[in-house]
């Protein structure tokens, strides 16, 4: 075997070894990129969801206070608007409050003002039907009757609205980038299945070259 195969067969290994250090290293690269922008994807999943589910307290909220101040016969109802303000919101509240550190700081002060105005929703619930009417006779009262109406009509139900609102745009802005989230992981899986097959297909074409040279060298040394 002359010293040039000699020269060109180490040239060879030292080529594949280099290759399958930049495939593992390539590899290990994009696997933490995919979890990357998987995580990213499902947190705003995780994001969203709690968002839907702030939408859906305030619904069923101006639902109750609506069947409280226009139904007598509503007892279910009226523990079902306590439970929610003393047991619900602060759960749902807690739970949201953990995932805020890592949204923009938009989206934070936006979740903050809603907050700030479901705790307010609360206290004018209690005082406009919540305290008031209690009783059937709370309810026979005109003046007490018209007043609870008059002010559900005219504060409550809006404020909900305002809510209802704030929440509805805060989940359009993470429809978005829950959308933008998808189709980065997508993307950054397609490229990483485009850079495996690559290096797959170099090192092959690695692999054969290096045993026709060593082929190629085993003879010429037996000759």
């Not at 807690?94 to 995932?99: F, G, N, V």
């Amino acid at each position: 075997m002359t010293k040039r195969r000699i020269r060109l067969l180490i040239a060879g290994i030292i080529a594949l070894l280099l290759l399958s250090s930049f495939s593992s290293f390539t590899i290990i690269r994009d696997g933490i990129r995919i979890d990357r922008a998987l995580k990213q994807y499902d947190d705003h999943l995780i994001f969203r969801e709690t968002i839907v589910e702030f939408i859906l307290l305030s619904e069923r909220s101006k639902q109750l206070s609506i069947s409280w101040v226009y139904l007598i016969a509503n007892e279910e109802y009226k523990k079902e608007l306590n439970e929610l303000q003393v047991v619900q919101y602060p759960e749902l509240k807690s739970r949201i409050e953990k995932l805020m550190p890592s949204w923009d700081e938009n989206q934070r002060t936006e979740m903050i003002l809603s907050f700030g105005e479901f705790e307010s929703l609360i206290k004018t619930q209690q005082r406009v039907f919540m305290s008031r009417l209690q009783t059937v006779e709370n309810y026979e009262d005109p003046t007490v009757k018209y007043l609870s109406e008059t002010e559900l009509e005219s504060d409550v139900l809006p404020n909900i609205e305002s809510i209802l609102g704030r929440l509805r745009d805060i989940e359009k802005n993470y429809n978005t980038a829950t959308t933008e989230a998808l189709a980065e992981s997508r993307s950054v899986i397609s490229i990483s299945d485009m850079r495996s097959l690559i290096v797959s297909i170099t090192m092959f074409a690695s692999g054969v070259i290096g045993l026709v040279i060593t082929i190629g060298a085993s003879k010429q040394s037996s000759e």
